[in-house]
C-alpha cells in the first residue's frame, strides 16, 4: 500500500504525462477515433455497393461489343446514305437524254412501229408521276421530272412487246401512260406514249 | 575471480568476519582481527577492502540492538507502517536509550498472547545505517539489510524440532522452532550461571543447540553435548552458522532486517523522469496518432477506391443504356434505309411493267365476241373502251383482270356497258376503267 507522500510524489511525477494523455485523448485521440469509426461505416457501406470485378468486366465488355456494333451499324448507314445516288441511279439505269432517245428510236423501229412525233411535253392529263419517282429523281440530281411524248403507229400486240422490251432494257425512261386511238380503217391504230426520263 | 552472489559481514565487537558466497555454493572466510576503527561502519569498510564484495550485502552486527516487547495487538490497526515505526519504536525507547526519531527500527511479529502481540525488535542509529549504506554504495554493493546477528529463527543443525541458547556479548537468546514462537532475551553475563535462567522456557526432551558468540559460563557450556555446540571462534562452526544466515536471506526468512530507508529522489532527477514520462507519453500518443493516421489514411484510399468502382459501374451502366438506345435507333434507321431503298425498287420496278403487264392481261383475258376500241390513261387511271356482242363480257374482261390489275397497283372498277345496234346486231359498248392506287394506298 502506498503512503500518502509517496501517492502524492507519484502523482506529481506522472502529472506531466497525464496532463499530455489526457489533453490527447480529449482532444486529438476522440477525434480521430471517431473519424475512423465514420471511415470504417462508410467503408462498410461502400463496399455492400461495391460491383465485384467480374461484374465490371462484364458490365465493360458488354460495352465493348455494343460500341462495336453500333459502329458496325453507323458504318453501314453511312455507305448506304454514301451510296445511295448510285443506287438509285442504277435503279434507273441510262439517264443521258439523247442516249436514251436514240435507243428509243432504235427500240421503236426493230418492233415493227412507225415512229410519228417524240417530243417533250412538260404537261400531260396522260398520267402522274409517282411520288416515289419524284423523290428517286431528286436523289440523282434530276431538278424536276422530265416528261416525254411519244406517238407511233402500230398493232397493239407490237406496242404491248415494245413496251415489254422498254422495261427490260434498262434505260432510264418509265412510260406512266398512254393513249391507243384508232386510225381510218385497215390502218393500225395510233398509241401515244407518256414517258417519264 | 568471480564476483560473489552475497557477501556476509559479521561483526561482533572487535571480531570483524567478511563471507563471500560464490554462485555455487563457495564460501571463502576473511577475519580481521581487532580492527583499529571502532565505529561500525569503519570497521565494515576495512572488510570491504581488498576485493570487490558481491553486488548484495548484509552486515550482522553486535552492535544492533535486539529486543522483544509486548505491545496491544490493537494499537497497531489501521497505522500506516511508518505510524507502526514509530509506536514500536516509543514503546522500545526506554529499553534501548535511542530516541526513536534518530534511529532505524525493524520489527516483526512473534506471537499473540490473548489481546498483546509479542515483536522481535532490531534498532540502530540512522546515522550509522546511512554510514552502512554509503559503505556499501562506494564498494559497489547495494546494503541488503543490518541485522543482530541472533535469534535467527532456523536451526544450524539438521532440520525437526529444534531449540538454541545463544550467547552474545551483552544479551543471551534463546529461540526454538516455529516461525511465531517467542523468543526470550536477557542481559548476559560470562560470569554468571545462565542455564537456570532459560530451564522454565525450554522444551523438555528436545535438542537445544548452543551458539557461542562470546565468552561462556563453562559449566553451563560444558552441560551441552558438543556436537550441538556451535562456537564461532571455530571456523566451521562460523561457516555452519554464516551459511544458516545466508539460506535465511536468500529465502528472506531473515526479518526483521534493518534496511536504509529510501533514499529521497533528487529534485534534478525527478524532473527528469517526470520529463522522461511524459516524453515517453507523448510518444505514445504520437505514435498512436501516426498509426492512426496511417490506419485512416488506409481506409481513406480503400474507400475512395470502392466510391471509384461504384462511380465506374454507373457510369458503365449509363455508358451501357446509351449505347443500347443509339444501337437500336441505328438498327432502325439501317431497316428504314433498307425498307426504303426495297421500296424504291419495288416501285420502279412495278413503274416500268405495270403498263405492258397489263396490256398483256388485257389482250390475254379479251373474249373473242369483244372489239377495244378505245384505251387511255389519264389522272385517275387506265380507261377500256369498246364493243361486244354479250352483256356478260365486260364483266368476264373486268374480273379476269382484277388479278394482274391489283398485283401492278390498279383496282378494277365495274364495267359500264350499254346496248346498242351496229348494222342490224345488237351489240354492247362497254368502259371499263382500272383506277390507279399506287400513291393513293401508299404502294
Known amino acids: 500500500m502506498m503512503s500518502g507522500d509517496a501517492r502524492q510524489s507519484f502523482l506529481k511525477l506522472i502529472l506531466p504525462a497525464l496532463v499530455i494523455g489526457c489533453g490527447y485523448a480529449v482532444f486529438h485521440g476522440a477525434g480521430l477515433h471517431k473519424t475512423g469509426t465514420q471511415l470504417e461505416t462508410d ?13 465490371l468486366t462484364s458490365l465493360s465488355a458488354r460495352e465493348g461489343e455494343l460500341r462495336a456494333r453500333l459502329d458496325s451499324v453507323s458504318v453501314a448507314i453511312a455507305e448506304r446514305e454514301r451510296a445511295q445516288p448510285a443506287t438509285s441511279a442504277a435503279l434507273l439505269g441510262e439517264r443521258r437524254r439523247t442516249e436514251v432517245l436514240a435507243a428509243l428510236t432504235r427500240l421503236v423501229a426493230a418492233g415493227d412501229l412507225a415512229l410519228e412525233a417524240s417530243r417533250p411535253r412538260p404537261r400531260s392529263n396522260l398520267g402522274r408521276v409517282p411520288s416515289r419517282l419524284l423523290a428517286l429523281g431528286r436523289r440523282v440530281g434530276a431538278a424536276e421530272p ?5 406517238r407511233v403507229v402500230g398493232s397493239y400486240p407490237a406496242v404491248q412487246e415494245a413496251l415489254a422490251r422498254l422495261a427490260d432494257s434498262g434505260l432510264g425512261c418509265i412510260p406512266l401512260g398512254l393513249r391507243m386511238e384508232p386510225n381510218a380503217a385497215g390502218l393500225p391504230p395510233s398509241w401515244t406514249w407518256l414517258l417519264w426520263m | 575471480m568471480a564476483r560473489p552472489v552475497l557477501t556476509l559481514i559479521l561483526v561482533r565487537d572487535e571480531r570483524v568476519v567478511r563471507a563471500d558466497f560464490g554462485a555455487r555454493g563457495g564460501l571463502t572466510l576473511r577475519r580481521l582481527e581487532r580492527p583499529a576503527e571502532e565505529d561500525l561502519a569503519s570497521k565494515v569498510e576495512a572488510a570491504l577492502a581488498g576485493s570487490a564484495p558481491a553486488r548484495g550485502l548484509a552486515v550482522l552486527a553486535s552492535e544492533v540492538f535486539l529486543t522483544t516487547c509486548l505491545l496491544r495487538s490493537a494499537a497497531l490497526t489501521g497505522l500506516t507502517a511508518e505510524e507502526a515505526r514509530r509506536a514500536v519504536g516509543y514503546e522500545v525507547e526506554s529499553l534501548s536509550g535511542r530516541p526513536t526519531a534518530t534511529s532505524a527500527l525493524a520489527y516483526a511479529e512473534l506471537a499473540r498472547q490473548g489481546a498483546d502481540s509479542s515483536f522481535l525488535v532490531q534498532e540502530l542509529d540512522s546515522f550509522e545505517l546511512e554510514q552502512l549504506e554509503g559503505v556499501a554504495r562506494r564498494s559497489g554493493a547495494r546494503l541488503l539489510g543490518v541485522a543482530h546477528p541472533g535469534a535467527l529463527r532456523r536451526p544450524l543443525n539438521g532440520d525437526g524440532s529444534w531449540q538454541r ?8 537468546i534463546a529461540v526454538r522452532d516455529g ?6 532475551i536477557a542481559a548476559h553475563d560470562p560470569r554468571r550461571g545462565w542455564r537456570e535462567l532459560v530451564t522454565p522456557w525450554l522444551r523438555e526432551g528436545a535438542p537445544c543447540e ?11 557450556a560444558e552441560a551441552t ?6 562456537d564461532l571462534a571455530v571456523d566451521a562452526d562460523l561457516e555452519r552458522f554464516l551459511r544458516a544466515w545466508a539460506g535465511a536471506l536468500r529465502e528472506k526468512r531473515a526479518a526483521p532486517l534493518l534496511r536504509p530507508p529510501p533514499r529521497p529522489m533528487p529534485t534534478s532527477f525527478r524532473v527528469a523522469l517526470a520529463v522522461l514520462v511524459a516524453l515517453l507519453v507523448a510518444g505514445a500518443c504520437f505514435a498512436h496518432a501516426t498509426l492512426l493516421g496511417q490506419r485512416h489514411d488506409t481506409l481513406r484510399a480503400e474507400l475512395l477506391r ?5 462511380t465506374t459501374s454507373r457510369a458503365l451502366q449509363r455508358s451501357l443504356r446509351d449505347v443500347e438506345r443509339e444501337l437500336a435507333e441505328a438498327d432502325a434507321q439501317l431497316s428504314q434505309l433498307e425498307r426504303s431503298e426495297q421500296r424504291l425498287r419495288s416501285s420502279v420496278e412495278l413503274a416500268r411493267t405495270r403498263l405492258p403487264a397489263i396490256l398483256e392481261a388485257i389482250a390475254a383475258q379479251r373474249p373473242e365476241d369483244m372489239v377495244l376500241q378505245s384505251l387511255y390513261t389519264d389522272r385517275e387511271g387506265m380507261h377500256l373502251a369498246g364493243l361486244c356482242l354479250g352483256p356478260e363480257l365486260p364483266d368476264q374482261l373486268a374480273l379476269a383482270l382484277e388479278g394482274t390489275a391489283s398485283a ?3 383496282s378494277v372498277n365495274q364495267a359500264r356497258k350499254e346496248a346498242t345496234s351496229r348494222n342490224g346486231t345488237l351489240a354492247w359498248e362497254f368502259e371499263i376503267v382500272l383506277r390507279d392506287v399506287v400513291d393513293r394506298e401508299g404502294g
Open chain 1, 146 to 150: 422530265g416528261l416525254w411524248e411519244v
Open chain 1, 43 to 55: 467503408l462498410a457501406n461502400a463496399r455492400s455497393r461495391e460491383p465485384s470485378d467480374l461484374e
Open chain 2, 225 to 230: 553435548a558438543p556436537e550441538l555446540r556451535c
Open chain 2, 408 to 410: 401492278y397497283g390498279w
Open chain 2, 165 to 172: 541458547i545463544e550467547l552474545w556479548p551483552r544479551a543471551l
Open chain 2, 210 to 220: 548452543l551458539l557461542l558468540g562470546a565468552p561462556a559460563f563453562a559449566p553451563d
Open chain 2, 179 to 184: 516461525g511465531n514462537e517467542p523468543v526470550l
Open chain 2, 306 to 310: 470502392a466510391r471509384e468502382r461504384t
